[in-house]
């Protein structure tokens, strides 16, 4: 298998949950930046960042967005993150 072939595999394993980052960097035979870079540049949501959630709060305020305010404020449930981290009203 090639390079490319090994990425786009590595891509479709993080997108469906199968690996996480360092996972997927293992499977594409890349370090793990450029496993993120590559992912960043295909518009891939990358959701460990660990301040992921913290921005998305930030813009439901800037916007005035109560949908997704309850996103973010779900999200964060789910994931065991101390709401009051993520939430900034």
């Known amino acids: 298998m090639n390079q ?20 997927g960097a293992q499977i594409a035979g890349v370090s793990y ?7 960043e540049n295909r518009r891939v949501v990358i959701l460990e960042d660990d301040h992921f ?16 305010r309850a996103a973010a404020q779900r999200v964060a449930e789910q994931s065991d993150l101390p709401i009051e981290s993520v939430m900034t009203k």
């Open 33 to 39: 930046n450029r496993f993120m870079r590559e992912l």
């Open 53 to 68: 959630l913290e921005r998305l709060s930030s813009l439901a305020d800037l916007f005035g967005d109560d949908a997704l």
């Open 4 to 23: 490319t072939t090994e990425l786009d595999l590595a891509v479709q394993a993080y997108m469906n949950d199968r690996v996480d980052l360092r996972g």
